[in-house]
């Protein structure tokens, strides 16, 4: 089992960045495939970003490829997502999520756990 609770969000102007951390309470990180999903008022959950537990693939939605960078720290026990060039649209709660010993869901979004969310604003 894991716990899972996000951090790093905030209020920026477009363009910025902001970076967002999930940290991950458990004895056995590197068993669990992460990831980011976001939800913006009135919208569907959305898959964001995912890193793999076999071998740290990573995987982005086309929104936010070459702005946003997922990374994890097995040291620290934590999952970040780096976002820069930041637009009005990626405001929205973001969620981090867990998968043990299995591959983030990015189409219908069951895993296993799920943090609290974290908000992000972009004003335009």
């Known amino acids: 089992q894991v716990q899972l609770a996000e951090s790093g969000g905030g209020l920026v102007q477009a363009g910025g960045s902001l970076r967002l951390t999930c940290a991950a309470s458990?004895?056995?990180?590197?068993?669990?495939?992460m990831g980011w999903f976001r939800q913006a008022p009135g919208k569907e959950r959305e898959f964001v970003a995912t890193?793999?537990?076999?071998?740290?693939?990573?995987a982005y939605a086309d929104s936010v490829k070459g702005r946003f960078t997922i990374s994890r720290d097995y040291a620290k026990k934590t999952l970040h997502l780096q976002m820069n060039s930041l637009l009005p649209e990626d405001t929205a709660v973001y969620y981090c999520?867990?998968?043990?010993?299995?591959?983030?869901?990015?189409?219908?979004?069951?895993?296993?756990?799920w943090g609290q969310g974290t908000q992000v604003t972009v004003s335009s």
């Open positions: 458990t004895r056995t990180f590197s068993y669990y495939s």
């Open positions: 999520a867990a998968q043990y010993r299995r591959e983030i869901d990015d189409v219908l979004g069951k895993n296993d756990y």
């Open positions: 890193i793999s537990w076999i071998g740290g693939t990573t």
